[in-house]
């Protein structure tokens, strides 16, 4: 219906103010419009006037969201702490018909959480003059209380007919955005994914050091701080350092640039605070724009609005990590790119680029049965393709439970042992897109080339819900590039659901802890059978081997100051919820920890057991031909100056990141595949076989 212009030669918006409209959008004079065409609406965002209050200090974050026909085609920057804001901001938009108003939705930004309503407003597009500039003065409500006074926003606009040979090149750019991503004017207005179809032009790699004499927020003089990072709607946050004012975090997140002048990094550092809403320790920004690209930059940041200050390490490199295309241009159809790209992870290029590990395609090509989300019995579906922190997605089809996409999506693969996640939504408007589907497929299971017909399952992969997939996935990567990078840190996603507390979650959980504590009572048993004489020959074996092994253990008990102010009763009862989905997580974290080391020996992924089995093997040898002591000796001069060669390298164990890579019975049966309905007959297509 519309999409938006980015092109600053055609968005000159004169500043002449001929006549006013008022807040409901009727003119003075009324002007006969042309019949139905393109239309190029020219925005200017000036100002706003007495805007509510919606932060504690009794100001606002304010920024603007322009929306027509329930999608979003324009959104100002923030301005921080102001209830008469000045944007001056200039927006150019392509219309088809003037029937749909225009929408202007303010908001109040909060880091972290959800952002604050502040007032909307409508303009009726069919009442403004056409070539002639009008300033527009719109006062804000909220429909749930129509008496609140909200403020004004001030705008100028200027609409304009397309036609003729201009209306010709309009339509052409308009084919142009849509074969580069038909989704880069729309918002995917996700609870958890807040995040438009661009291509992104570069990476920033930020190193979270430390803190430096923050705020004590804790009675006892101290703090547990941790930090969230904001680049639009990208979002990471620390871990929580306990009892410090000096805390070292050693942390590092990627971040995608979405523009080439950069943006800014909404840095804030808070103290977490257990059964209570935590407090706000000091904010900082860094400017993407002013640093240069391709080299490593150490800032200490001062804590506004706080004390104390924190250091870290900003790295911007240029990437060409994705694409997407139409499936008639494959860029795999061509036999010499083919072979260029398997030249380019060929065994003998081991030490050339080694965060590069392989290339990923995916071909999404159709669905077939999709469940009905509308009252009409048909979807709008489309499709959200996601490799880690790498998410791309397709066009929607209006009005069709059987959508054919046929979209090419490439990826750059930097961990072999990612999973490849598809969900298909349904588009809802103005509202959060409905989940119609997901699967989740490791990359060390794909075979190539392979049209295949993969049934959606529901959010938790646990059970199928209705409908099916065909992908078609080939998967290039260069086999030690990926072994070494398992023994590094995994990457983080920045998009993750809160844990929450869940009884069902719990007893799984619980259960699974038990299998494993029985798995180590069985072998306790079977050690002390060995002392009993069950089996002689056992125990002759056990008693050579078996020597004295010394054990000190020692516990310490440390408590802490309790307040002597009484909790309320919701406070505790957030502070139960809390230590509850701890113990939930904890015992997570532990079941896994064990299954993970079963599945390591009985072979659930194959790839993973033989780099332990290669590993045991040069282990052994190297300890055949040095002695231990030497190994014992470069080992531990490597550990003292560690710091001194790399002062911010981050600490890492390779075998707990060796672990973390090998899937826990969980996600073994949220990767398993399910067998399509035999109502579903796929037809399977062996081409492009790359491996």
């Not at 207005?189 to 923050?214: F, P, Y």
């Not at 200050?309 to 860029?331: E, F, K, P, Q, R």
């Not at 439970?401 to 490439?410: A, G, M, R």
């Amino acid at each position: 219906m519309l999409d938006s212009c980015k092109l600053k030669s055609a968005c000159n918006l004169p500043f002449i103010c001929n006549k006013k409209i008022n807040t409901a959008g009727t003119s003075n004079a009324e002007v006969p419009l042309a019949d139905p065409g393109m239309y190029q609406l020219d925005i200017t965002l000036r100002r706003g006037q007495s805007l509510a209050a919606r932060d504690r200090g009794g100001t606002s974050d304010p920024y603007v969201k322009f929306k027509i026909g329930g999608k979003e085609v324009f959104r100002s920057k923030i301005i921080h702490k102001n209830l008469n804001p000045v944007w001056e901001e200039k927006a150019c938009i392509l219309v088809d018909h003037l029937r749909e108003p225009l929408y202007i939705k303010v908001f109040d930004y909060d880091f972290g959480l959800q952002d604050d309503f502040m007032g909307s407003a409508f303009l009726d597009l069919t009442q403004l003059e056409l070539n002639r500039p009008t300033d527009v003065t719109l006062t804000l409500k909220d429909p749930h209380y129509p008496d609140h006074d909200l403020g004004i926003i001030l705008l100028s606009v200027i609409l304009t007919p397309k036609e003729g040979e201009s209306r010709d090149v309009t339509m052409l750019m308009r084919k142009s955005w849509k074969r580069s991503s038909k989704f880069q004017t729309q918002s995917l207005r996700l609870s958890d994914l807040h995040r438009k179809s661009h291509l992104w032009r570069g990476i920033v790699s930020i190193t979270l050091i430390e803190g430096r004499d923050l705020k004590a927020m804790d009675s006892n003089g101290l703090s547990d701080p941790y930090v969230k990072f904001r680049l639009g709607h990208q979002k990471y946050k620390s871990k929580i350092m306990p009892k410090t004012l000096n805390p070292q975090w050693r942390e590092q997140f990627d971040f995608h640039l979405y523009e080439e002048r950069g943006g800014i990094i909404d840095i804030t550092a808070w103290d977490k605070d257990a059964g209570k809403r935590d407090d706000f320790i000091g904010r900082c920004q860094v400017d993407l724009s002013a640093l240069s690209r391709e080299q490593t930059h150490k800032l200490e940041l001062e804590l506004e609005e706080g004390e104390g200050h924190l250091v870290l390490l900003v790295t911007l490199t240029a990437s060409a990590t994705v694409s997407i295309s139409d499936l008639s241009i494959n860029s795999l159809e061509d036999q010499k790119e083919r072979e260029e790209i398997l030249k380019r992870y060929s065994p003998l290029r081991i030490f050339h680029n080694l965060k590069d590990v392989g290339f990923l395609q995916v071909k999404v090509i159709r669905a077939e049965g999709l469940m009905a989300a509308d009252v009409t019995g048909k979807s709008d579906p489309f499709c959200v393709v996601e490799l880690n922190n790498d998410r791309l997605l397709t066009h929607t089809v209006y009005k069709n439970l059987n959508p054919e996409w046929n979209k090419v999506f490439t990826f750059n693969i930097k961990d072999i042992h990612s999973v490849l996640e598809v969900t298909v939504y349904d588009e809802d408007r103005d509202r959060s897109a409905d989940f119609l589907g997901k699967v989740a497929i490791p990359l060390l299971s794909i075979q190539n080339g392979e049209q295949k017909a993969y049934v959606l399952k529901n959010k938790q992969l646990t059970g199928p819900t209705k409908g099916v997939i065909y992908l078609e996935i080939d998967v290039i990567f260069n086999a030690v590039k990926a072994s070494l990078r398992t023994l590094i840190p995994k990457e983080q996603k920045y998009i993750e659901e809160e844990n929450r507390l869940s009884k069902q979650l719990l007893l799984r959980n619980f259960i699974r802890m038990k299998r494993c504590v029985m798995v180590l009572v069985n072998a306790a048993y079977y050690v002390n059978s060995c002392f009993d004489w069950d089996s002689p020959p056992r125990s002759l074996a056990a008693f050579v081997v078996v020597e004295d092994i010394l054990e000190d253990e020692e516990e310490e008990d440390d408590k802490d100051d309790k307040d002597s102010e009484k909790k309320g009763f919701i406070n505790k009862i957030y502070a139960i919820q809390e230590v509850c989905v701890s113990v939930q997580n904890i015992l997570d974290e532990v079941a896994s920890f064990g299954e993970r080391i079963k599945n390591t020996f009985n072979w659930t992924v194959p790839f993973l057991s033989w780099l332990a089995i290669v590993a045991l093997c040069v282990f052994t040898v190297i300890l055949y031909c040095i002695p231990l002591r030497y190994i014992v000796l470069v080992w531990g001069i490597n550990k003292f100056t560690k710091k001194l060669r790399s002062p911010y390298a981050i600490d890492n164990n390779e075998l707990l990141d060796f672990l973390s890579r090998v899937p826990s019975d969980v996600q073994v049966v949220q990767y398993q595949e399910l067998k399509p309905d035999p109502s579903h007959s796929p037809y399977k297509r062996k081409k492009n076989n790359l491996g």
